[in-house]
């Protein structure tokens, strides 16, 4: 059985809220592992061509991560470009930093997607990659991605629609609680069926979307799903109605069908690309 779109999961209630993750310096870590996996670095890959850098270029990098990202983007544009980058994490900034020490065209700060420290149109290209979706004002985050861009700079935005997943298991009900209980690690846990209207309601004219799959066929521990199955184990027990012994089985079952050659998982992320009107 699966987990997929229309299971009526929903966004999390009113007045609930979202519970973010709190990336210390061993999480930040688990998500570095996570983001060097085949399928993450295959995503990097796609955002880049879709970019579309030349060197000089100036780019903004909203939740820089781990600095994986800024550090391709700093390789693009080169010593005559721009690459800066914001990250609410001082774990993530710091690991940014070390990463691109030797790139002195690069700079980090500790700041929020709705109050970026920035010049008014002092960059070329805004990207944002898995954010939005942890963002409670998502409008006012666009709002400041639109501030900061140049007349014709381009928005790149790539986030989850967590009803697309497709997760194969045993117990679909438990599949639906513990998924349930992971997405109130988000703020909006769907953003992607709605970017397009926030995005145009800001004054972006939207230039093309694609999806991005997440696709693990087969269970192996160095893939995404491997290193998302971590993470949700980790934080949904005592979230949703999730004891620790149902998030414990629920693990299991997803690795014993890895050993059994029985796997499978899809994730889509969206990419959407703008542009701020000359």
Same mark, same amino acid.
């Given at each position: 059985?699966? *987990?997929?779109?229309?299971?009526?999961?929903?966004?999390?209630?009113?007045?609930?809220?979202?519970?973010?993750?709190?990336?210390?310096?061993?999480?930040?870590?688990? =998500?570095?592992?996570?983001?060097?996996?085949?399928?993450?670095?295959?995503?990097?890959?796609?955002?880049?061509?879709?970019?579309?850098?030349?060197?000089?270029?100036?780019?903004?990098?909203?939740?820089?991560?781990?600095?994986?990202?800024?550090?391709?983007?700093?390789?693009?544009?080169?010593?005559?470009?721009?690459?800066?980058?914001?990250?609410?994490?001082?774990?993530?900034?710091?690991?940014?930093?070390?990463?691109?020490?030797?790139?002195?065209?690069?700079?980090?700060?500790?700041?929020?997607?709705?109050?970026?420290?920035?010049?008014?149109?002092?960059?070329?290209?805004?990207?944002?990659?898995?954010?939005?979706?942890?963002?409670?004002?998502?409008?006012?985050?666009?709002?400041?991605?639109?501030?900061?861009?140049?007349?014709?700079?381009?928005?790149?935005?790539?986030?989850?629609?967590?009803?697309?997943?497709?997760?194969?298991?045993?117990?679909?009900?438990?599949?639906?609680?513990?998924?349930?209980?992971?997405?109130?690690?988000?703020?909006?846990? %769907?953003?992607?069926?709605? =970017?397009?209207?926030?995005?145009?309601?800001?004054?972006?004219?939207?230039?093309?979307?694609?999806?991005?799959?997440?696709?693990?066929?087969?269970?192996?521990? %160095?893939?995404?799903?491997?290193?998302?199955?971590?993470?949700? %184990?980790?934080?949904?027990?005592?979230?949703?109605?999730?004891?620790?012994?149902? *998030?414990?089985?629920?693990?299991?079952?997803?690795?014993?069908?890895?050993?059994?050659?029985?796997?499978?998982?899809?994730?889509?992320?969206?990419?959407?690309?703008?542009?701020?009107?000359?």
């Amino acid at each position: 059985m699966a *987990a997929s779109g229309g299971s009526g999961r929903g966004a999390v209630g009113p007045g609930a809220g979202p519970a973010p993750i709190e990336f210390d310096e061993e999480l930040a870590r688990h =998500l570095e592992r996570m983001y060097l996996t085949p399928d993450v670095v295959a995503q990097r890959a796609r955002v880049l061509q879709a970019m579309e850098l030349r060197s000089g270029d100036r780019v903004l990098d909203i939740g820089v991560g781990p600095g994986l990202l800024a550090h391709d983007l700093a390789c693009c544009v080169g010593p005559d470009g721009r690459v800066a980058g914001v990250d609410t994490s001082p774990a993530m900034l710091a690991m940014t930093r070390d990463r691109c020490a030797e790139q002195d065209w690069t700079d980090f700060q500790l700041a929020d997607a709705t109050e970026l420290p920035f010049e008014d149109e002092g960059f070329d290209a805004v990207v944002s990659t898995q954010v939005y979706e942890y963002v409670g004002d998502v409008d006012a985050a666009l709002a400041e991605a639109w501030r900061v861009l140049r007349p014709a700079g381009r928005l790149f935005v790539l986030d989850t629609d967590w009803d697309s997943i497709v997760w194969r298991n045993r117990d679909r009900a438990r599949m639906e609680r513990v998924l349930r209980a992971w997405d109130e690690h988000l703020a909006h846990p %769907h953003l992607p069926a709605v =970017l397009g209207g926030r995005l145009r309601e800001a004054g972006f004219q939207i230039e093309r979307r694609e999806i991005i799959p997440m696709f693990n066929p087969e269970f192996h521990p %160095h893939s995404y799903s491997a290193g998302i199955l971590g993470a949700i %184990h980790a934080f949904v027990p005592g979230r949703g109605g999730v004891t620790q012994e149902e *998030a414990d089985a629920w693990a299991l079952d997803l690795r014993e069908l890895g050993e059994a050659g029985d796997y499978f998982f899809s994730l889509n992320r969206y990419l959407f690309v703008a542009v701020r009107p000359a």
